[in-house]
């Protein structure tokens, strides 16, 4: 199971339009046709696939914001979603400090053994996750939570090998009737998602209408999926940050998890971007270098 056969779902959140011009500026990319339902809007494309412009309370400017939920989509689909993204933004939508971006992979190709992996993968990198992503302190502490370290603890103890058991690890408590709004939402890998409706929630990215830095966050998000569920195994082990490597570091990252060559350059100047030092050269390797010259 490579990346591009992945089925993922995106919400991206705006502020600066309302519902109504969001769902017409989606028309203008996909066809189809416009619907309302009380304060919701949605469009069914050619295809029949359904896009939702719901509001969202947690946003600034309540009437003149929405989220745009996509359907289920697939990696050729990525082309069309950054159209979208700019017809958006071409109508006057924008991201601000309320906003962010929340992707869903489907959750049917994971088996306990999957997520656990996936769980531990981004664990161990979490720190340096953050910060190549920019997830803002606000967020941080209340929409993205870092993955739970009792959560882990229980992965460790209890190596679960069902779903079941999972379940029990990610709740403390087996949780027959996961509710969609479970305090354990809110975090930056969001398994309630995956025991409520069946998909594994990303909740890290900030909001933005960058159209390729979406498509380098989608790449990503697939690309740790599909690195889950090829591994045998994966550590747990925290790594610490360092900012004076992290750059260097997180492309090792990306090159692991298979974001390699000419496809992903830019997904890979997106993704860290944010960082220090040099993505060429871990620090001290730079400077004997420098100093041998």
Known sequence: MTMKALRFGIEIETVGQDRKTLAEAIRSVVGGTIGQNHRNWSVTDRRGRTWQVVPDGSLSHYENSGEIVSPVLGYDDIDELQQIVRAMRSVGARADESTGIHIHVDGSRFDAKATTNLVKLIYKQERLLEHALGVSEMRLGRYCKPIDAEFIGRLESRRPKTMQEMNAAW??????????????????????SLFFRGTIEFRYFNGTLHAGQIKAYVQLVLALAAKARSAKTASSKRRAFDPATAKYDFRVFLLGLGLIGEEFTTARLHLTKKLAGSSAWKGERRDRRRAAA
């Open 171 to 192: 709740y403390g408590h087996q949780n027959h009737y996961p509710s969609r709004y479970d305090d354990t939402r809110y975090r930056g890998l969001n398994l309630n």
